[in-house]
């Protein structure tokens, strides 16, 4: 059977390649780690993968702000391999350090189809530290992000220190009225936490949490979905476990909400690319 | 020629830094800023045409949405501007990361005499800022002198053309490099140039030095490689191995320890042998889990089938003391590499820290080279630092607070690495190098930084210890050389490979070619930062990110692709051999050769005179202290304390989860806000296992007796590990001790006597608890200097040494995740008991602490009852009879009641009277057995429908049910041992409480 192929980024820092790789099988994709420098001197060709992943990490240790340098390097080297896999409809996912490296590369909002210019921002939190914290999100159920389909609402961990995201009110205006805006930090019941520290644990304008290209193919977030994969990984899991029991029940050890994400993906490419 | 661009945040955003400035010069100093604003500055040094400076300008350094720049300075108003740059040779890791950025985008080499500089400057506006207080700020918060210079200047000495005039941070030499010819004619005369040359020679070393170079068969096979009396670099060579950093000197003395109630004399030969070594070597032996330990850079302990977890700790003390960013980074990513280079090298897989400061509101005279809070603000952040960017989950930690850690903070930091127990059909836990295989230095290059750090770490805190060993690391680098040095592994490239942490190269490769028994060094291979270093400097320099590899030649072309691949230097700088000598060149130059074994050459033991005093002997009695009557306002004073209250705030800065296996997280509860018991984590993604991780401080049972000490320490960190789920049949110990100076001395160590006695007891007592426990000791580390000479207000220099302090560290190996349990008690109607037994042990307790008191019950550890209750527990959670299970540690009853409390979120109410409690240790009233850190005890909640199996599993042990939980309120309620009321408070005001001290801060 023909296997979706998902290229995850390696090398400069990055850290999550792992577990994004570990998500990616765990939704039926062959994933394959693959170091930047690798794609650069052309020995893997992006075009041979269906999905590509820019996991979290520190690329090229944040300075100079985080994902700078790491979209300048892409943009260099293999800026129009990216741009005709993202004309060939094919998905691209930017978790954290690979938002910030999304929005650099102008990929993400992608507004006007021009996928080169920055418009938005994700800088430094309000509270003025890294923090981490498992938050809420809401979905944007009219939001035409693939990866969010039938996602009503999440848990993933945020790790960050510079994710607040920013942008003129206009181009929040434009991503809020084309459905862009795919995630808004809330609170347990999914109301957006309007601001409020710490369910929007950065101070992002509109509670953005992550946001999709006009066509719902691109999407970047800076919570952790990679770091759901096991039911264990949720912060309530023994609290949830205890009551199920008493119910006689016992806690879905199945796919997570996190595996889920992926799965999405991987189910669309299986749905138009075979 | 010199540029500088400027960068700020448009000015409409809100600038975090500057607010954080605002809040810290406020709380800190009491100085009003009403406004901050942040620029940061690069310092080209290049040959770039206009244009290409632009283009750096705009597109690497600039967003476009959120910034604004400049290449002259930019005009944003002050009263006051603060411009901090690092001094020359002070690690600059943004500048490095902004050159490889412009190499790669302009396709540009940077030459010899390019460069780029970071730096900053503030601006400050407040109409009350006089220049002392902006000083002050630059000083004391903003810059630290040893690695950072500061400029300030008021509006009107601002030139807006020229700005803060930045110029490049580079280490100019201009020094030819050399070796120097020693003379070595009398003792005294090799005493004199150890002084001078700061290589901290034992003086009972120096006759067998001496000896060796004058011995005529050396003599002749010295002269045939053209030298004669040792050179510079030899001695420093020496020097290295025989610190006692390096070598362990006071774990391998001798002790002639006398007990003072009956001067009865015992000789201790070695109490890493006698109380490390072979009761390690026994239980590995027994326990088939244990694959290696003793030898290498940590130690190996089965995980699965297929994979084996790799341990170890260190502390980085004397750095961190002096500038604490730079030494907790250093300390934690070289902590990295010590998992990294053990056996074939393993990928990390979590860490955790440890530390001990002084009182952070301290005002009084003494003045230690940072102030308690200022150096906590910094560790924090350099761990977070390493940590984060190292890609390692954090998933645990603690913060103390003692007096006594003033003169000398402590940084522990831990590391976990995983590994595939075979390599290309061999295990992996074995390495070794062999004549033939090329000598490979990678990741960092090497400069003057870090030089005679083991011999400082091997002494006191003075105003004679040189600042220059203080780095910073740079985790970026690392984490690109851990990633390509896995991929060598798995590849089979990697026979040996070993770390560059204390003494450089000096340790690293003078210990792995007594392997293959000889070795050449090309010294002029080394990559250096910059020209003119002596050839001792390059030997010794404890430069980070470097690991030393060997490689069979025929994979040298494999190697250095992979490493071209992943953006890491590799240089082969030398072969092993089997000549039996260190031979180290310079060009054509030899510039020491000596013999392998030259260490062994009968270097003397060192001697301590021991002498115990007992508590009773001392003086030590119960302090005299009527029962309370507010036991409400008691029990929220004593959360308050900042050894019970939360620090929350330090474990949400390091990323916890990262590498997607976090199972039990180091904050827990409803609010995920209160301290877990340990840790747990599944290293291998596809695996049902975990690692549980716990740790435990408990110096204050040292002002009773050490030995007691490191009993209830052990014990505590067990529970833990118990508590979340552990399996009693795999505990791996990890003790790091650090200790006051244990050499006797009429005028400067009077005490050193009674403090080298603690250090037999605790030794004596980590053999007892690990015998009893079946506790393999998979690594350990000392640092024996914990002092400080702290100058007064008068001039003077007050001795302030810490606490005997040991951290223990326990794991196990969790079979099935889904059965692990947390603290927080979580179904209305459950029932709470209390395993083992409350006594009257409130010895050295925090609620003596909060009167200023110490007393004399410390807690005892009864091994053979404890351990039946530990291993019940196992099986109550294995069989999933409990519903929460929490080890009661600092504090006792009346601190973890209300954490478990907290933790719920749901009411409790408990009675005292059903305690299983014992007056055998003294009288029992409300607050004994409230607050007595009794060892040996757990609070569990258990669903009344597994009343009866838990109650039979425990039978005959000491456990009770005093109480349960409830949804009708959320107070917790306790009974008095007579039953009436004793304490009755809201959650809000427990959280108020315990939140009180830090709970502001973010």
Not at chain 2, 122 to 140: H, M, P, Q
Request: charge should be negative.
């Amino acid at each position: 059977m023909k296997k979706v192929n998902a290229l995850i980024l390696t090398g400069f820092g990055l850290n999550c390649d792992n577990e994004t790789a570990h998500v990616f099988e765990l939704a039926g994709a062959n994933a394959q780690k693959i170091h930047i420098n690798a794609l650069v001197s052309g020995k893997i060709k992006l075009e041979d993968f269906h999905i590509l992943a820019f996991g979290g990490g520190f690329s090229w240790g944040d300075d100079h702000g985080a994902g700078v340098i790491q979209a300048l390097k892409l943009k260099d080297h293999i800026g129009s391999d990216l741009l005709s896999f993202v004309a060939q409809g094919k998905l691209i996912i930017g978790i954290c350090n690979g938002f910030q490296a999304l929005v650099n590369l102008g990929l993400l909002p992608g507004l006007d189809n021009d996928y080169t210019k920055r418009t938005v921002c994700l800088t430094f939190n309000d509270c003025g530290n890294f923090r981490d914290q498992w938050v809420h999100l809401a979905a944007n159920l009219q939001s035409p992000c693939v990866f969010t389909k039938d996602i009503q609402t999440a848990d993933y961990p945020v790790r960050h220190g510079e994710g607040k995201f920013i942008a003129d009110q206009e181009v929040i205006d434009t991503l809020l009225a084309n459905n862009q805006v795919v995630f808004k930090y809330a609170d347990i019941q999914g109301v957006p936490a309007k601001g409020a520290f710490p369910l929007n644990p950065n101070g992002s304008m509109e509670d953005i949490a992550g946001i999709c290209d006009p066509t719902g193919r691109i999407f970047g977030l800076m919570p952790h979905p990679e770091a759901y994969n096991h039911f264990t990984n949720h912060p309530d899991w023994t609290r949830k476990t205890q009551f199920l029991k008493r119910e006689g029940k016992t806690l879905d050890q199945e796919m997570t909400i996190g595996v889920n994400l992926f799965k999405n993906g991987v189910d669309y490419i299986k749905e138009y690319f075979f | 020629m010199i540029y500088c661009i400027e960068i700020a945040l448009r000015k409409e955003l809100r600038d975090a830094e500057g607010t954080s400035l605002i809040k810290k010069a406020d709380s800190y100093f009491g100085i009003n800023i009403q406004e901050a604003r942040c620029i940061n500055i690069v310092t080209i040094e290049s040959g770039l045409d206009h244009s290409q400076l632009q283009v750096v300008k705009d597109e690497i350094l600039t967003n476009p949405v959120t910034q604004v720049s400049s290449l002259k300075p930019l005009s944003i108003g002050f009263h006051w501007c603060i411009w901090i740059g690092f001094r020359p040779g002070v690690k600059d890791n943004p500048g490095a990361t902004a050159m490889e950025a412009v190499a790669d985008h302009l396709g540009k080499s940077f030459g010899p005499d390019e460069g780029i500089y970071t730096s900053k400057r503030y601006c400050l506006k407040g109409d009350t800022l006089v220049r002392k207080d902006v000083e002050k700020l630059a000083s004391e918060l903003l810059s630290n002198t040893i690695i950072q210079q500061f400029k300030v200047f008021s509006i009107d000495e601002w030139n807006k053309d020229i700005g803060a005039d930045v110029k490049p941070a580079k280490v100019i030499l201009d020094h030819t490099p050399c070796f120097e010819v020693i003379n070595i004619e009398s003792d005294e005369q090799l005493a004199k140039i150890s002084d001078e040359r700061n290589l901290a020679l034992n003086p009972r070393d120096i006759p067998v030095i001496r000896e060796y170079f004058l011995d005529s068969k050396v003599m002749d096979s010295r002269k045939k490689v053209g030298l004669c009396e040792p050179t510079d670099l030899e001695l420093e060579y020496i020097s290295q191995a025989r610190s006692d950093h390096c070598n362990h000197n006071t774990f391998q003395g001798i002790f002639r320890y006398k007990d003072a109630s009956n001067n009865e004399e015992v000789i201790e030969n070695s109490l890493f042998k006698t109380y490390i070594q072979d009761p390690t070597l026994k239980l590995k032996d027994k326990k088939e889990w244990v694959v290696s330990v003793l030898w290498d850079n940590a130690g190996v302990g089965r995980f699965d089938g297929e994979n084996n977890y790799v341990v170890t700790g260190e502390t980085h003390n004397s750095p961190s003391n002096m500038e604490a960013y730079g030494g907790a980074i250093t300390g934690i990513v070289g902590v990295y590499r010590d998992p990294m280079g053990t056996g074939l090298g393993s990928k990390l897989f979590m860490g955790s820290f440890g530390y001990c400061v002084g009182d952070i509101n301290y005002n009084g005279p003494l003045k230690p080279p940072l102030h308690p809070r200022r150096l906590l603000d910094g560790v924090i952040e350099g761990v977070k630092d390493g940590g984060n960017k190292s890609g390692v989950p954090t998933t645990l930690g603690q913060t103390l607070f003692n007096p006594g850690y003033m003169g000398k903070s402590l940084v522990f930091v831990t590391a976990l690495g995983i590994m595939p127990n075979q390599v290309k059909g061999k295990p992996s836990h074995e390495k070794k190098t062999s004549p033939g295989e090329l000598i490979i230095m990678s990741g960092g290059r090497v400069g003057k930084d870090g030089i005679h750090g083991v011999t400082a770490s091997s002494e006191s805190y003075s105003e004679n210890t040189p600042a220059g060993h203080v780095q910073i690391g740079d985790p970026y680098t690392q984490k690109k050389m851990h990633d390509f040095l896995l991929i060598c592994r798995d590849e089979g490239l990697i026979p040996f490979i070993t770390d560059n942490g204390g003494g450089g190269l000096s340790s690293s490769i003078g210990e792995s070619a007594m392997i293959s028994n000889g070795c050449v060094v090309w010294l002029d291979k080394v990559p250096l930062k910059y020209e003119g270093l002596d050839m001792w400097e390059i030997w010794i320099s404890e430069s980070q990110e470097r690991m030393t590899i060997a490689v069979k030649p025929e994979n040298l072309g494999r190697f250095m692709e992979l490493s071209a691949e992943h953006a890491v230097e590799s240089t082969v700088i030398g072969e092993y051999t089997d000549t039996g000598k260190l031979h180290i060149k310079y060009k054509d130059e030899t510039c020491a050769y000596v013999d392998m074994d030259l260490l062994d050459k009968g270097f003397p033991s060192w001697e301590f005179d021991a002498t115990w005093l007992s508590p009773e002997i001392r003086g030590l009695t119960e302090p005299v202290i009527s029962s309370p009557s507010d036991f409400n306002k008691l029990l929220l004073k004593l959360l308050e304390r900042p050894n019970l209250s939360s620090k929350e705030w330090i474990l949400r800065q390091y990323d916890h989860e990262v590498q997607g296996g976090s199972v039990i997280k180091p904050l827990v509860g409803v609010k995920h806000n209160i301290p877990s018991d340990a840790s747990v984590t599944r290293p291998v993604l596809t695996s049902q296992k975990g690692l549980a991780f716990s740790q435990s401080l408990l110096p204050w049972y040292s002002k009773i007796d050490a030995y007691h000490m490191m009993a209830c320490t052990i014990d505590e960190a067990v529970r833990r590990v118990m508590a979340v789920g552990g399996n009693f049949d795999h505990i791996g110990g990890l003790d790091n001790f650090c200790w006051p100076n244990i050499q006797f001395d009429p005028r400067k160590n009077p005490d050193g006597t009674f403090k080298a006695a603690q250090l037999v007891r605790a030794c004596r007592a980590l053999k007892e608890t690990c015998e009893k426990y079946e506790i393999p000791l998979l690594s350990g580390k000392d640092s024996m200097y914990v002092d400080g000479h702290l100058v007064g207000e008068f001039g003077e220099r007050v001795k302030v040494s810490a606490l005997e302090t040991v951290q223990f560290s326990a794991t196990s190996v969790i079979d099935d995740i889904s059965k692990c349990v947390t603290m927080d008690p979580k179904v209305s109607g459950d029932l709470v008991y209390v395993l083992g037994v409350t006594t009257n042990e409130l010895g050295a307790s925090e609620y003596y602490e909060a009167f200023d008191k110490t007393g004399l019950n410390v807690p005892h550890v009864d091994f053979d009852k404890f351990k039946v209750v530990y291993k019940a527990v196992q099986t109550a959670i294995e069989n999933e009879l409990v519903a929460s299970c929490h080890a009661v540690a600092r504090g006792g009853l009346g601190a973890h009641l209300s954490y478990i409390t907290m933790a719920g979120g749901l009411g409790l109410e408990v009675n005292l009277s059903d305690l299983p409690m014992d007056a055998s240790r003294g009288e029992l009233s409300n607050e004994t057995v409230l607050f007595s850190e009794s060892a040996g005890r757990f609070i569990v909640t258990v669903s009344p429908e597994n009343k009866n199996f838990f109650e039979k599993l425990f039978k005959g042990m000491a456990a009770s049910c005093i109480g349960f939980v409830t949804d009708l309120h959320d107070r917790l309620k306790i009974s008095a041992l007579n039953k009436e009321t004793l304490i009755d408070l809201s959650m809000e005001e427990l959280e108020k409480a315990f939140n009180k001290t830090f709970g502001d801060m973010i």
